[in-house]
């Protein structure tokens, strides 16, 4: 089991920034991804940023160039720094771990951005 807890949400003005941080506890060994998505009111759950053990990093196409995906193995956290924020950015954003035959999901943290 992973547990995941998210941090860092909030209410920011468009062209502001955030950081959003996730703590995993648990089983953290078996863990070889880890993610960012959110979930806009009335639409599907998306990726937003992931980052696998090797490093590597992928985006969603709508926040690159915005957003940066890091992790710190030491302290077992993982963030997100959103950067240049659109209200379009407006969602719950969820943390996810990947031990490539389970998922596990944080409760989520809400970022709203205002126009």
């Known amino acids: 089991q992973v547990q995941l807890v998210e941090s860092g949400g909030g209410l920011v003005q468009a062209g502001g920034s955030l950081k959003l941080s996730c703590a995993a506890s648990?089983?953290?060994?078996?863990?070889?991804?880890m993610s960012w998505h959110r979930q806009a009111p009335g639409k599907q759950r998306e990726l937003v940023a992931s980052?696998?053990?090797?490093?590597?990093?992928n985006f969603a196409d709508s926040v690159k160039g915005r957003f940066t995906i890091s992790r710190d193995n030491a302290k077992n956290m993982v963030y997100l720094q959103m950067n240049s924020l659109k209200p379009e950015d407006t969602a719950v954003y969820y943390c996810r771990a990947s031990t490539g035959s389970r998922g596990y999901w944080g409760q989520g943290t809400q970022v709203t951005v205002s126009s």
């Open positions: 648990g089983s953290i060994f078996s863990v070889i991804n």
């Open positions: 980052i696998f053990n090797s490093g590597a990093t």
